[in-house]
T-cell receptor, first 112, second 118 residues
């Protein structure tokens, strides 16, 4: 079975500051891990994914995430926040059977 | 690539009527599609897994007779909310996983359908 915990339902950073969104997972099998972004009243857009290749994964819009098996973490980072990054972010895990388990989401607010 | 569309994007209906939502993978084939429901300020809740050419697999607590799913082709799945009631008002999102091409583990999401039942 898989589960995901996103620490912090709401994160607020200043424009230009580092963005760090935390995600810890639990999986009984080697996991596939994903980060999705959702803008208001829209579906989810894939930011990046880990599928057992490189542990540091680079995604779109300058985001990246590092898979740390020892910490069961897959935190999302971006060196410099932009106003357009304000959105809801979801971490998700699957055990390879395609079914995704989502975290509760983190709302990112960017302060000018 | 990997574009998924949903239609309609927004629908308002009267209580007791049925509503059909379409989910299409535009540039890839998808043996498996998924239907989610999302309440305001909450995460996505998986309702069912739609398999092309076979019956859908429903999650626990989801009424299969109320939420009818049909996956008649490799690019189209439909969700019909039968005898809709106000408590069915929600944001419904579909996703599709490519049948081939090396990304079978990845789900690509549609833009969602906002359903309001009066």
């Amino acid at each position: 079975a898989q589960s995901v915990t996103q620490l912090g339902s709401h994160v607020s950073v200043s424009e230009g500051a580092l963005v760090l969104l935390r995600c810890n997972y639990s999986s009984s099998v080697p996991p596939y891990l994903f980060w999705y972004v959702q803008y208001p009243n829209q579906g989810l857009q894939l930011l990046l994914k880990y599928t057992s290749a490189a542990t540091l994964v680079k995604g779109i819009n300058g985001f990246e995430a590092e898979f740390k098996k020892s910490e069961t973490s897959f935190h999302l980072t971006k060196p410099s926040a932009h106003m357009s990054d304000a959105a809801e972010y979801f971490c998700a895990v699957s055990g390879g059977a395609q079914k995704l388990v989502f975290g509760q989401g983190t709302r990112l607010t960017i302060n000018p | 690539g990997a574009v998924v569309s949903q239609h309609p994007s927004r629908v308002i209906c009267k209580s007791g009527t049925s509503v059909k939502i379409e989910c299409r993978s535009l540039d890839f084939q998808a043996t498996t599609m998924f239907w989610y429901r999302q309440f305001p300020k909450q995460s996505l809740m998986l309702m069912a897994t739609s398999n092309e050419g076979s019956k859908a697999t429903y999650e626990q607590g989801v009424e299969k007779d109320k939420f009818l799913i049909n996956h008649a082709s490799l690019t189209l799945s439909t969700l019909t909310v039968t005898s809709a009631h106000p408590e069915d008002s929600s944001f419904y999102i579909c996703s599709a996983a490519p049948t081939s091409g090396g990304s079978q583990e990845t789900q690509y999401f549609g833009p969602g359908t906002r359903l309001l039942v009066l």
